[in-house]
């Protein structure tokens, strides 16, 4: 079954901004309702990707990330600690640094 690309991108569309009011609205650490838009955001993306692919050849930039997050062995920990220790940080931005832990990767053009 191929899934039309408008209304994959449509769907797309609607889960970015229900992401974006779970997020906004007050929220506790742990709320469901966030991790619930993002599974939605993250599956709506899966099908738009999808869909451009099968019909068109083509895909986005970006690809999801495995969630690889809690398999992360201690050497590799060590190796992060080390890194954090030797890097002064000059002019780079907090959330540049943390920009590796994001599922949402950028993937160059083939």
């Given at each position: 079954?191929?899934v039309?690309?408008?209304?994959?991108?449509?769907?797309l569309?609607?889960?970015l901004?229900?992401?974006?009011?779970?997020?906004?609205?007050?929220?506790?650490e742990?709320?469901?309702?966030?991790d619930?838009?993002?599974?939605?955001?993250?599956?709506?993306f899966?099908?738009?990707d999808?869909?451009?692919?099968?019909v068109?050849?083509?895909?986005t930039?970006?690809?999801?990330?495995?969630?690889?997050?809690?398999?992360?062995?201690?050497?590799?920990?060590e190796?992060?600690?080390?890194?954090?220790?030797?890097?002064?940080?000059?002019?780079?931005?907090?959330?540049y640094?943390?920009?590796?832990?994001?599922?949402?990767?950028?993937?160059?053009?083939?």
């Amino acid at each position: 079954m191929t899934v039309d690309p408008r209304a994959a991108l449509d769907r797309l569309i609607a889960a970015l901004e229900a992401h974006y009011h779970a997020v906004a609205a007050p929220h506790s650490e742990d709320d469901p309702a966030v991790d619930d838009a993002y599974d939605v955001l993250a599956d709506a993306f899966e099908v738009y990707d999808d869909a451009l692919g099968t019909v068109h050849g083509e895909a986005t930039p970006f690809y999801l990330a495995e969630d690889d997050e809690d398999e992360v062995d201690d050497d590799e920990a060590e190796d992060d600690e080390d890194e954090d220790e030797d890097d002064d940080g000059a002019g780079l931005d907090d959330d540049y640094d943390d920009a590796e832990d994001d599922d949402l990767t950028v993937r160059p053009r083939a």
